[in-house]
Each structure stands twice: as structure tokens, then as C-alpha cells.
């Protein structure tokens, strides 16, 4: 059974850093690209980054800069570096494939605010 299980967020003032992950179970990460997605509050929810099994990475444009994805296979690990945060970062942060096709965990909120 595939999982995914997200950590590391938490309450951060402007500026401030996190660092999340995204633990797989029921796959090997070496064969599948993943990436992370946030929904704040009223909104839908949006893909942020992906890393591919050879490591090419892609940045949407708000987060190009600030954010960063890496992947350790052997732990089966996505991350994602949050750097610079701003208020508008805020919201719930999940992992999955780029074409959302495993089922959704719980994600990891993420709140920006002074």
C-alpha cells in the first residue's frame, strides 16, 4: 500500500526557514518523479516543485529562489527547503507525484506570520 508522510512544518515568522519531508512507503522512490503541492485556506491547491528520478528538478515561479527539493533514495525521502518565507507561504504542504497519482497524506502546515 502506497503512503506518503509529510513533517517538518510548523510556525515561522517572515523571513524565517523550514525544512519538510516526505517519507514514501509501498514504493521505490528511485522510480518515480515527486513533488510537493500547498493549499492555503480558500484556495486550490497548487503545485509548488518536483524532482525526477535523475534528479531534473522544476520551480514554479513563486518559488523559484527561495525554495529547494532534494531526494534521498535511500530513505526514501523527498525534502523541501523553505528559505525567505513570506506570510503568503501559508498553508497545508503535501507531497506526490507530479500527476497526483498516489493517494494524498496528511500534509504539513506551514504558517508564516510575525
Known amino acids: 500500500q502506497i503512503r506518503l508522510a509529510e513533517s517538518g512544518g510548523g510556525l515561522v515568522q517572515p523571513g524565517g526557514s523550514l525544512r519538510l519531508s516526505c517519507a514514501g512507503s509501498g514504493f521505490t522512490l528511485d522510480r518515480y518523479g515527486l513533488g510537493w503541492f500547498r493549499q492555503a485556506p480558500g484556495k486550490e491547491r497548487e503545485g509548488i516543485s518536483c524532482?525526477?528520478?535523475?534528479?531534473?528538478?522544476y520551480y514554479a515561479d513563486f518559488a523559484k529562489g527561495r525554495f529547494t527539493i532534494s531526494r534521498d533514495a535511500a530513505k526514501n525521502t523527498v525534502y523541501l527547503h523553505l528559505n525567505s518565507l513570506k506570510p503568503e507561504d501559508t498553508g497545508v504542504y503535501y507531497c506526490?507525484?507530479?500527476?497526483?497519482?498516489?493517494?494524498w497524506g496528511q500534509g504539513t502546515q506551514v504558517t508564516v506570520s510575525a
Open positions: 524532482i525526477s528520478n535523475r534528479h531534473g528538478t
Open positions: 506526490n507525484t507530479a500527476g497526483r497519482a498516489f493517494p
